[in-house]
């Protein structure tokens, strides 16, 4: 790959910094990093020499102003925060304060709508898992959050610091041993929740949706749900260079 890049595009979440960059029709996605607050390593991109910067922040203030010291201090180009709108890229906000919708949601919602002609639920399985569907003429109809398998873990962990867990594996329901069995157990019941919000989408939107889902999680948590799901892990990503080329 080229060490010139037009645009790079950050996706900045709560545990993870996933990137890449774009020119033209051009694409190369990054190998994701740690978000470590004001002790991020951005040394991953030092090679690079982006034109724009353009940011999802889902993850609030330290990390993102680390960025933009970063940023600065290498390249003299500050980065771009986008955020979610009334109307943008074929998806409308249905949110009553379209502002309080997380910009995460709102670019993931962007690049399925480039994919389904139909109605679709985006399913983001990271930090925090979030449900959000959108009708065939492309109306955001709502969603819901919930905590991620891995919050769920370190939230029981801190409640109960004697217990273990592993490599984040899931194992099946018949675990004889502590740390299989809390893995496992974050993961189906993570699995089990998304679930039970699809069937309930159904009996609005009927069966004719489609389902994508995204995130870290998303490809140990996909295998078990009983539903036909097409795994896009970068969809965020994927959104911000549709918002880029539609100029919207």
């Avoid at 919000?197 to 159904?202: D, F, S, T, Y």
Wanted: hydrophobic share 40%; proline share 3%; glycine share 10%.
């Amino acid at each position: 790959m080229s060490d010139v890049a037009e645009n790079l595009l950050i996706d900045l979440g709560n545990s993870r910094v996933k990137w890449g960059t774009s020119k033209n029709d051009d694409w190369f996605e990054g190998q994701p990093f740690e978000n470590n607050g004001t002790q991020t390593d951005f040394s991953a991109w030092r090679d690079l020499k982006p034109a724009s910067i353009y940011v999802s922040n889902s993850s609030g203030d330290s990390c993102y102003q680390a960025l933009c010291d970063w940023c600065l201090g290498i390249w003299s180009v500050f980065p771009q925060t986008l955020e979610a709108q009334i109307e943008q890229a074929g998806i409308k906000n249905g949110y009553r304060d379209p502002n309080q919708l997380g910009v995460d949601r709102w670019l993931a919602m962007i690049a399925a709508r480039q994919i389904y002609s139909s109605a679709f639920v985006v399913v983001d399985c990271g930090t925090a898992v979030t449900v959000d569907s959108v009708s065939k003429n492309g109306q955001f109809l709502g969603g819901v959050i919930s905590i991620g398998s891995g919050t769920m873990i370190s939230a029981l962990k801190a409640k109960a610091p004697h217990l273990s867990s592993g490599a984040m594996n899931y194992s099946g329901v018949l675990n004889l041993d502590t740390q299989n069995a809390i893995d496992s157990g974050a993961f189906i019941f993570v699995a089990g929740g998304i679930e039970r919000a699809l069937k309930e989408v159904e009996s609005t939107l009927g069966s004719g949706f489609s389902v994508v889902m995204t995130g870290g999680s998303a490809p140990a948590i996909a295998p078990l749900i009983d539903w036909s799901v097409d795994v896009r892990p970068d969809l965020v990503l994927r959104g911000i260079q549709v918002v880029i080329a539609t100029g919207s």
